[in-house]
């Protein structure tokens, strides 16, 4: 189709008046040759309606909007057929730069140039369509309160559910437990469980098909078409096979193992909380396991490993709730009990602190600080706790009939022990002081690729059978803007197998990922990516012609949307691919392209800049930015006034995963003096948007660095950063101290070539 670009200029919000609307005006026209360049005078609704008349009777497919950031349009009335960019002369220019400065009315004419070009090599995306057709029933793997809430509400929204539980019994752990802490003010009473008629729905609803004692052996497939097998706990046989078209874990937790300190399984009637909830459960009443006679005092030992960094690191958050609980199961069955509470750190989020105070009123709960040194079992069968170290500065010694452990609470999901070789073998790889050392350490990391995770789920991705996990054994995902979702499209994991919680959030969590699932399903029957480009219809296409088979996009990509043949040729399974363009990133030989983002997009951007001759002392900086956090951060920058080196020129990026080297080396050969690559920040603590690209990007600087090296140019002519949204402050820092470095080091000795 031919292109038939339209220019609007905005002249509106003050642009007008710190820019030569006139001049900008030339750069479409006569540059360019535009097919249509007007002036208007807002570009936000309503006033965009003109436009869009515009479009329609001029017949334009291309346009750009010189006015605002696109962030401010809040719904797209734009054709779908009709390609549109958005420049945010306002935010990123006019109230960054002096009005009517000849750098910024430069600066404003480039981005012109950069956008112009840009829509012209771009295509409008074409949603991918399977060829077969998308299923709609979303398959909840473990049958707690986490997965019986999102199975009902999944069947509630009209979807059907098929529910895969390892037990022959529903409930979880929630229906071992006699009851549950409170869920609504005041805060105070214990509360049923109320498992038992959420059983009972899920087994009487028609929509839900439930397994029990049956597990998933083998998933393949993706989003929409996810082939699933399910095999029986208690032989292996194959009990069926269907598809579903999205998959929600919520396979829960199991008690953590004490730490070597206490003497659990070593000491008769020192047990965990988990096994005095089965037994008031069983029996109505606390008695102890070694002789059966009734209970009538308890000494709770709080954290039982959990603070421990050498055993188990992170607090569990409700382990203390129930030991406030089990102490009030006592108090209640026996108004002449006593319990004690030894702890280090007392935690009771949000509204339960109400339920803390109730507990601290009963004359029969004592509660101090302290480290529990010994427990010590007498003939009589009492045992004795020796605390040191507490509130009041004293050893104190208390005789109880049972101790209860607070143990904590690992996932479900993965294998810890696989992690832990894995991480160390990643790391003697790194800091091998020997060939030998560093491929035996290789060599290692492979064999430990498949076992990321245990194998529940059993996925058939080269990545490994499972989630990815992070270091405590928690799927990894972007938690903290996505909290559902994880490295594996279509599958939302939930309840305590996503972090530690109680009944209560894991309920709510259930609800969550229920939505997410039917998103995920919804959007991909329409050829949509879900978060967190959510909406994007684009998606890769690979020309496998010059393929090399290196295996790097394979390899790289953090969502295991590309498996691979017996030769290393890549096989895309679309519908799990999440657009972040990392593969484009990785790709030597640069056979990856979206039709709305490319190498050859980009590098006409890079390429439209009017990089000035060296005499006139004009530097230019190129700056990619994440999409994400970088550069929303310039609107910030915008919006609080903070001006920042004219010569620099911003183009948006994917993922600072996606950005490929031969753009690095296409701003140098177009005289570009120096190159800002700045993504988001990666770790366990603030995660980069797509998981891994940022972390990616920086690995693969070495490959920049023997780029420069390869044009004998200094290396200091790139930086890298990693920077979250409010950190706008950093970035006008960052772009200001980089010129600094450029102009120390000069122009760039290709610049005029």
Known sequence: MENKVGVFICTGYGIAEALDIEALTKVANDEYHVSFCKSISACEEPDIQSVIDDIKSEGLNKIVIAGVSPRYYTKNSFPDDVIVEHIPLREQVVWCQPPNEEDTQM????????????????????????????????MVVGGGITGITAALETARAGYDVKLVEKTDKLGGWLGKQYKSTPTKPPYRDLEETGIDLLISEIENNSKIAIYKSAATSKITGAPGLFDVTVTSIDNGDSVDSFRVGSIIQATGWKPAEPRDSLPYGKVEDVIRNVELEEIVKTNGRIIRPSDGKEVKSIAFIQCGGSPDKKHHSFCSSICCLTSLKQAL?????????????????????????DFYRRAQEDTGIFLTRGDVADVTRGTDGKLTVSAKNTMQGENIQVEVDLVVLAAGMVPNAADGEAIRLYEDAKIAAEKGDSEIQRDAAAKKIEELKQHEGTQILNLDYRQGPDLPALQYGFPDSHFICFPYESRRTGIYPAGAVRQPMDGLSSKEDGTGAALKAIQCIEMTSRGEAVHPRAGDKSYPDFFLQRCTQCKRCTEECPFGVINEDEKGTPLLQTTRCRRCGICLGACPERIVSFKDYSVEIITSMIRAVEVPEEFDEKPRILALLCENDAYPAMDLMGQHRLQYNPFVRVIPVRCLGSVNVVWISEAISAGFDGILLIGCKYGDDYQCHFCKGSELAASREENIREKLEQMALENERVELHQLQISEYGQLQEIFNNFAEVIEKYGMNPFKGM
């Open 329 to 353: 199961y006592l108090r209640e069955l026996d108004e002449n009990s006593k319990a004690y509470i030894f702890y280090e750190f007392l935690r009771t989020p949000g509204h339960y602190e």
């Open 107 to 138: 600066m404003a004419e480039d981005y012109l140039r950069m956008y112009i070009a840009k829509v012209q090599k771009m295509s409008v995306p074409e949603p991918f369509q399977s060829e077969e057709e998308i299923n709609k029933t979303v």
